[in-house]
């Protein structure tokens, strides 16, 4: 084996031992979808249905601790009320600016695929560039823009991105909630946050959203083969936007605000998606539609 290809495999191989170690742990073979829990998002866990196991990620091969306020660092498999689906959920995330690499950043969303998910759930806190958006907005991502400048995927490795965003699980948000909006997240490396010259170049390339994170999960998810579901939560407007000086506590502070009405649309919306089960996100979108209907 080249040098260049033990670099490729080992990080999967790190994914197929994590995979193993959380199916052993938590006694359940295979889970249906994930959830990554960014900033405000973490009291969805505690809505989704009965949590049958959990642990300090670290325990887990391939996790590090959390070094953000706010991210929990714990992993779960949840029992999804109503539908008995098993959802694995990530409150322990790897940003790129802890400078971990690409591996590390998306080693959570590689494990949860090699879960047997066929869905992933992306959340984040990020600034909103549109300020009819204030903070404790709830937007869906449609599309995104990675400008860290570095990818997840090696090699001659092309994947579509067209509809990185699975467009059916955004139409299944929206039955949960209508007056849901949407917009173009845009990932910058961090650790600082964007400069208002910076906000202002991301809205001329048609960025709505900004923030450190998501970007290279959702092209690991998609090499994969996962429908992804992004929703960023607008903790603050961004820079230059509002005249204000921005801070990671009122990030935080918004993020518990807003907590209560965001952890119930993602876990009726997760509640919505498995209940189609192995169908895929369009029959999830049409058995959702068809039971609003019902309900009509």
């Excluded at 909006?181 to 600082?192: H, I, K, L």
Aim: with cysteine.
């Amino acid at each position: 084996m080249t040098a260049s290809t033990a670099s490729t495999t080992a990080p999967y191989q790190l994914v197929r031992d994590a995979a193993a170690a959380i199916a052993e742990a938590s006694g359940v073979e295979s889970h249906d979808l994930a959830l990554v829990l960014g900033s405000g998002w973490a009291g969805a866990a505690d809505l989704l249905g009965e949590t049958v196991w959990q642990a300090e990620a670290t325990s887990i091969p391939g996790f590090r601790p959390p070094a953000v306020a706010g991210h929990v660092g714990m992993l779960r498999s949840v029992r999804v009320e109503g539908t008995g689906a098993r959802a694995l959920v990530l409150g322990a995330r790897t940003h790129f600016y802890e400078g971990a690499g690409v591996d590390a950043v998306v080693h959570g969303v590689r494990t949860a695929a090699a879960t047997g998910a066929r869905t992933l759930v992306l959340t984040n806190g990020c600034g909103g560039i549109d300020p009819s958006w204030r903070p404790g907005t709830p937007v869906l991502i449609r599309d995104q823009i990675n400008f860290t400048g570095a990818t997840p995927l090696v090699g001659a490795n092309f994947v579509d991105l067209t509809d990185l965003y699975t467009p059916a699980l955004r139409k299944i948000a929206k039955q949960v909630d209508p007056s849901l909006d949407e917009g173009v997240y845009m990932q910058f490396s961090g650790p600082t946050y964007e400069t208002p010259a910076e906000v202002q170049m991301a809205k001329v390339i048609g960025a709505h959203l900004v923030g450190m994170s998501t970007a290279l999960e959702a092209i690991a998810a998609r090499e994969a083969g996962l429908d992804v579901l992004g929703i960023s939560l607008v903790t603050n407007l961004a820079a230059g936007v509002s005249g204000e000086a921005l801070s990671h506590e009122e990030v935080l502070e918004a993020g518990r605000e807003a907590g209560p009405r965001i952890s119930r649309l993602l876990a009726e919306t997760v509640r919505r998606i498995t209940a189609a089960g192995d169908g895929g996100a369009a029959d999830a979108a049409a058995s959702a539609e068809a039971t609003e209907g019902g309900e009509a």
